[in-house]
């Protein structure tokens, strides 16, 4: 998928790819593979600016996301939820700061130092 085709989505659409993207990128990054981790990320930055575009409602539906059984989706929801549910976004942060190994762990505690410092820009 390329980031222009984003646009193209419907919202339920761009939340099952954001939650699915979300875990395949922390498994390429584990993987050694961090060019696909990457192009990840772009497409993650590119459905979160758009949920954004198309308003509150479809930013909403990112809040089912905190649930995931997925440890990567989990924080990358909550990052992207933190401007708008920033009680909901802490406590799933603070959960994987403790409990999610390597990586995640480390990117959701840095997440959650950087935001309570105000020097967390958004995606």
Request: net charge positive; charged share 35%.
């Amino acid at each position: 998928m390329r980031k222009t085709e984003v646009k193209k989505l419907l919202t339920e659409q761009l939340i099952e790819k954001a939650r699915s993207l979300s875990a395949e990128r922390w498994r390429a990054i584990y993987a050694g593979k961090p060019k696909e981790g990457n192009r990840m990320f772009d497409l993650l930055v590119a459905i979160r600016r758009e949920l954004r575009k198309r308003g509150m409602e479809a930013q909403s539906q990112l809040l089912a996301l905190l649930d995931d059984p997925d440890p990567g989706t989990r924080c990358w929801a909550a990052v992207s939820v933190l401007e708008f549910a920033p009680d909901e976004a802490e406590r799933v942060l603070t959960e994987l700061a403790r409990s999610a190994g390597g990586l995640v762990g480390f990117s959701a505690e840095w997440t959650l130092e950087e935001w309570k410092a105000g020097t967390l820009k958004p995606l």
